[in-house]
């Protein structure tokens, strides 16, 4: 039961979020239910992206976000600006609030 928990977890970690890269526009795709378990892995994507670039933050799959990825996606929105990064989030009404930024475009 105990190996089976771990491949249950380990498959739910991977496939919850999803970065893609195309040039210097990147996709964040958050796939079903994101769990304070995947903050570490948001936290991977989030540096991974670069400097002058485009990123869509999609939500439309999620069906809950936890509050803990809610305030890392804040804090990589809150300083995007900083580092040029334009950000445009796709579908978070209904899952959680968070604050509107200027650098970011809410379509629903």
Known sequence: MGIGLFFVIKANYHAAITLIQDGSHYTLLLNKDV????????????????????VTIDAGKAKFIDQDILETLEDFLSTASDDNISVEVIDLYGKEKIKKHESMVIVQ
Do not use: G, Y
């Open 35 to 54: 769990s304070f378990l995947n903050k570490a892995l948001l936290r991977k994507f989030i540096l991974h992206i670069q400097d002058n670039s485009t």
